[in-house]
């Protein structure tokens, strides 16, 4: 299982340059969750009402897709998309720590690969080593995402970066290893070149969360309390830079980019609301940048598969979620819910990019809390 599980990271983290490799991911994904049913690491006892409830309801969304004809092998896809995601949560690894230890290894091995991309196209702009608009129409050109320096930074928006903030996080709190502060740095090199404001977002989040526990301890220590009292002091000037910086950034996004997304999602908020217009379902949508008809992938894929399945089914899927997060641990569902806020305005969600994140999260190990790594900056050791 591990094997596989390597395997699906490699082609999922190295689909750029290696395109072939795309299309080995959801293969890989499955035969993992088939080795998971086999080994009996799938609890498949741990079925709750609400996926019972999530499934019937599929049903009656295949019933509604069929009557307004939509074609078999679309609402097929999106069945087993919907219906597959909540069985990753559901799996649990005997061996935890190799399984966590090897998807930082290989999100590291990515970090680097776009440490290397961000130190070629910065010689290409800034000393004219190598052509730089060459570099970059072939990544456009290729279907690999876009690399450019914006304001003399490089950003290297690929794919296969959206799960990079999510190994981030599990170095972090990943205590008990030797290795996992210089993993976290150049884990947090690579989230900074990919230059997604998304990703940003998400590490933000996660700050403020260790930041809020770290002001629940109940350490007396001195520097802890000048540190707090630097933070509160400090705070207003952060909301102003942060402000600012978003501000900043909606104003860059402000043409075409924020202007797809907004017409984006006036097509896939034109259906019906309650139930939605059935799985696989396609909008009839013309706007002004392009025609809408037909497509199944969108920037803003969550409120695609809301076209499709209405609140009702959007309430059942994330109520499933949450519940099954929250049961696990609290900490499971807070890294959960930072990955949604990252990933919302992003196609990174209903896809094999959750899929891996679901089960990772799922599977931390018991060195992965945020008390160890408060632990650990009161008094720099492990519990």
Not at 25 to 40: D, Y
Not at 111 to 125: D, E, G
Not at 133 to 152: L, T
Not at 230 to 240: E, K, N, R, S, T
Request: hydrophobic letters at 55%; proline letters at 2%; a positive charge.
């Amino acid at each position: 299982m591990l094997v596989v599980w390597a395997l699906a990271l490699i082609t999922y983290f190295f689909q750029v340059p290696f395109s072939f490799l795309a299309s080995l991911i959801v293969p890989l994904l499955g035969l993992f969750i088939m080795l998971s049913i086999v080994n009996r690491n799938l609890k498949i006892q741990k079925i709750d009402a609400v996926f019972v409830l999530l499934m019937i309801y599929i049903l009656f969304s295949i019933v509604i897709s069929m009557t307004h004809g939509v074609a078999l092998a679309k609402i097929i896809r999106f069945t087993l998309i919907i219906s597959m995601i909540p069985l990753f949560s559901l799996i649990e690894m005997k061996d935890k720590k190799s399984f966590q230890r090897i998807f930082l290894i290989i999100a590291c091995m990515k970090s680097f690969f776009i440490i290397y991309l961000a130190v070629k196209i910065v010689m290409a702009y800034h000393f004219g080593i190598g052509s730089y608009w060459n570099m970059r129409f072939h990544f456009i050109e290729s279907g690999f995402g876009d690399v450019y320096v914006a304001s003399g930074i490089p950003k290297i928006q690929i794919q296969g970066n959206g799960i990079l903030p999510i190994a981030f996080m599990l170095s972090c709190l990943n205590s008990n290893e030797s290795y996992s502060k210089v993993m976290s740095a150049i884990l947090l090199a690579g989230i900074l070149l990919a230059g997604n404001f998304a990703f940003y977002l998400g590490i933000l989040f996660f700050g403020l969360y260790i930041m809020y526990k770290l002001f629940k301890s109940n350490s007396k220590r001195k520097w802890l309390q000048y540190t707090k009292c630097l933070i509160v002091a400090a705070l207003p000037f952060a909301v102003f830079f942060v402000a600012y910086y978003v501000r900043n950034q909606i104003s860059l996004k402000s043409g075409e980019s924020n202007a797809i997304r907004i017409e984006q999602m006036q097509a896939l908020i034109s259906g019906n609301w309650i139930i939605g217009n059935g799985l696989g379902s396609s909008v009839d949508y013309v706007g002004k940048f392009r025609d809408y008809t037909g497509d199944i992938y969108f920037e803003l894929q969550t409120l695609y598969v809301f076209f499709q399945i209405g609140l009702v089914g959007i309430v059942l899927f994330f109520l499933c979620m949450f519940l099954r997060f929250n049961k696990k641990r609290k900490e499971c569902l807070i890294l959960f819910l930072i990955y949604l806020t990252y990933t919302f305005w992003n196609p990174y969600c209903f896809d094999t990019t959750e899929m891996m994140a679901i089960v990772l999260i799922m599977n931390m190990t018991n060195s992965n809390k945020a008390s160890y790594l408060i632990h650990n900056i009161l008094y720099g050791k492990g519990c």
